[in-house]
């Protein structure tokens, strides 16, 4: 097959024998060659200039200007030297071939003409010249594409050095940002643990106290992710995970309790149900689990003007494998379906989000991270105006008990350092007052000797008077840093060498090492806890402590719980019969609903029976409904006479004497009128007759 069409080829003959341009003309034409012709050597070249042939067939031995001559002038033109040259020749003229082709011709054919040979030696030059134009375009393709592969590789080179430039600013801004907010943080919490312990609380001011404490460890745990998220994007590092086992129901009471007071004053019903086959104890990272539930809690609670949040777990338990699945379902705003797509991208907010003006955009980055970091996949439907609900599956390992419901570690509160020991001196240097005040309380109320430096110069002059067996050395202070004190004390020390432990804001793996290889023999993240701070001191200088007794704490809660189930009694009569219907039917979604419904006054109240419910404790909630029926007709009294109509009615199922008789009752004792009625309504006489023979007889009068 040819590699060009014959009627696309111009083809140039030149003979000074006009016979022999007929003949060689008749045969291209049949083969179907554009031709056109010149019978000199002069008229050759001015053709090609004017027609630039694609090939020609030029005689040898011509008078006044030679085919060898016509064939050197073509060839030393740049425009005309590519093209092919088959010359002409008598059989008697080869000797001066050798000169045609060192002037550049491509072929010859000898005279007397062959047709088949003229045709195969011109497809031969012409297929020869479109392969050579051919590999000069693919050349040229390839030397463009060379060009642009430098060009983006230079500005790959530049976007690469822009983006580490831009990591390292990002670093830099991440540092100084952890370090700002946990800052504050550290009074926060500090603070919160220190008013924890006084003993002139009430009950609710310790449970604003434990909600305000772990509000802020939330908070600290949301920095904490920014930053993880942060670290992924900028360096693919992978966020461990922290495999913990605890209890899930003592987690989403604490959720729903974080959330009671929001809920409150939008006036949303929360509804956790938890399905049986779900495991009462788990192995997972419970602090991602739970930053997962609070994202999506507080989207639904945020974005619902009116209505309800359902949260429903489930598990998924197969051969070797338990998922657990998770369901938030609000009555919200809902979101439109062209902005679903966009919704788990970064800093990206949905029009009412933006409309809100609430969040960064990170909070479903971070659940989805989250969520498949832990095994699973989140997925989202919504529907505008009506609602929206969020799934995701996490895989759990089921564990038989546990030690800690909140998947910490407790350790008692120390209250003195142990008898027969010396006084321990402890300098804290911090340029903060809020972090020295929180310090200084912290160590000076249990008996340590304690000074305060505002800056790393002050420190350095402080210990050289002070002696301090323990600096707690703030990182960045003015004047002198906290390293370069470090450096300074250790460079000086005459006597012993002091422990230093570095206190710092910042969370980075790498700021560790440089702390300790700085001089520190030991750093703790802020926000500080109590509990960490006594630890380092024991470990380092080996102090032992006097820890609060626990008996005492366990008569407090005991004691608390049994006031909050007096509240029971002062319930709505109808609230208490059906708490009690809804408990004997094991009716969890009903009876969610119904602890709802009690007064906001009796919350600790709510609270309790939500534990009760959580550990399917339904006998414990039983035993309290009836000892407040018993307590509230403790001085009723019903006549003997009374007793035996109403056990005559009921026998005979007489409604109607039933319902007189109560009436008989109303006027002298409305509430146990109004719990008969109760029973009535729902054509429980069983309870009457409970209810009535439980109440004694008035005793006779003198």
Not at 19 to 47: D, K, M, W
Not at 213 to 232: C, V
Not at 632 to 649: D, E, K
Request: proline fraction near 4%; aromatic fraction near 6%; glycine fraction near 4%.
């Amino acid at each position: 097959m040819l590699l060009f069409k014959p009627e696309d080829c111009l083809i140039l003959v030149v003979d000074d024998v006009r016979q022999n341009l007929q003949v060689i003309g008749e045969i291209l034409e049949v083969a179907g060659y554009e031709t056109t012709f010149a019978p000199s050597g002069q008229q050759a070249l001015s053709r090609v200039e004017s027609a630039h042939p694609d090939l020609i067939l030029l005689d040898l031995m011509m008078p006044e200007m030679s085919g060898l001559e016509v064939c050197e002038i073509l060839k030393n033109n740049p425009e005309f030297s590519e093209i092919p040259i088959i010359f002409l020749t008598a059989s008697n003229e080869i000797e001066n071939l050798l000169e045609a082709f060192k002037n550049g011709a491509n072929d010859y054919i000898t005279k007397p003409f062959r047709s088949e040979e003229i045709l195969v030696r011109i497809e031969a030059q012409l297929t020869n010249q479109k392969l050579k134009q051919k590999l000069e375009e693919k050349n040229q393709e390839l030397e463009t594409e060379i060009g642009v592969r430098r060009r983006t590789e230079e500005a790959l080179k530049q976007a690469v050095e822009l983006a580490n430039a831009a990591n390292r600013a990002k670093s830099s801004f991440l540092a100084n940002m952890s370090h700002e907010l946990r800052t504050p943080l550290n009074a926060i919490l500090g603070f919160t643990q220190l008013l924890s312990h006084s003993s002139n609380l009430t009950r609710e001011q310790k449970n604003n106290l434990g909600i305000i404490h772990r509000s802020g460890e939330h908070l600290l745990n949301l920095i904490n992710d920014i930053l993880d998220l942060a670290k992924i994007e900028n360096y693919d590092d992978k966020v461990p995970i922290n495999l913990t086992q605890f209890i899930l129901k003592d987690m989403l009471v604490e959720l729903e309790e974080m959330f009671r007071l929001k809920l409150r004053e939008k006036g949303l019903m929360l509804d956790i149900i938890v399905e049986n086959r779900v495991p009462i104890a788990i192995e997972s990272d419970r602090l991602k689990l739970r930053q997962i539930l609070i994202n999506l809690l507080s989207n639904a609670i945020k974005f619902t003007p009116s209505g309800e949040i359902k949260l429903r777990v489930n598990a998924i338990i197969d051969p070797g494998n338990t998922f657990l699945s998770f369901e938030i379902t609000d009555t919200g705003k809902g979101i439109s379906p062209e902005e679903l797509s966009k919704l788990f991208q970064p800093f990206v907010q949905t029009e009412t989000g933006i409309a809100a003006a609430e969040g960064t955009g990170l909070g479903l980055v971070i659940c989805r991270k989250y969520v498949r970091l832990l095994g699973g996949e989140i997925t989202v439907s919504s529907q505008p105006n009506v609602g929206t609900t969020f799934k995701f599956q996490i895989a759990v390992k089921p564990v038989e008990s546990t030690n800690s419901s909140t998947g910490q570690n407790w350790s008692p509160r120390v209250v003195a350092i142990s008898p027969n020991q010396p006084t321990y001196r402890i300098l804290v240097a911090d340029d903060q007052a809020t972090n020295r005040e929180l310090l200084t309380t912290m160590l000076s109320s249990v008996g340590f000797e304690v000074r305060e430096a505002t800056n790393g110069q002050e420190a350095v002059e402080i210990y050289h008077s002070f002696d301090p067996h323990l600096i707690w050395m703030d990182l960045r202070m003015p004047i002198l840093n906290g390293c370069e004190a470090t450096q300074q004390i250790k460079a000086t020390s005459q006597g012993s060498i002091p422990t230093i432990i570095a206190v710092t804001a910042s969370v980075f793996e790498e700021e560790k090492a440089a702390i300790l290889s700085a001089g520190y023999d030991d750093f703790l993240i802020k926000p500080i806890q109590e509990s960490k701070v006594f630890e380092k001191i024991a470990e380092h200088l080996r102090v032992s402590y006097v820890y609060e007794e626990m008996t005492s704490i366990l008569t407090d809660q005991l004691h608390s719980r049994e006031t909050q189930w007096k509240n029971l009694k002062k319930l709505p009569t109808f609230l208490i019969c059906e708490l009690e219907y809804a408990t004997l039917a094991l009716d969890d979604e009903g009876l969610n609903r119904l602890v709802s419904e009690i007064p906001s006054e009796c919350d600790e109240l709510e609270q309790i029976i939500r534990d009760c419910l959580e550990n399917f404790d339904y006998s414990t909630i039983l035993d309290a409904i009836k000892s407040a029926k018993a307590e509230r007709f403790a001085h009723s009294h019903l006549t003997s006479q009374w007793i035996i109509q109403m056990t005559q009615a009921i026998y005979t199922a007489d409604s109607s004497e039933i319902k007189h008789l109560i009436a008989q009752l109303q006027p002298e004792n409305k509430e146990l009128a109004e719990q008969l009625e109760y029973y009535v309504a729902n054509l429980d006489y069983k309870n009457i007759l409970q209810a009535i023979a439980e109440i004694e007889e008035p005793p006779p009068q003198n």
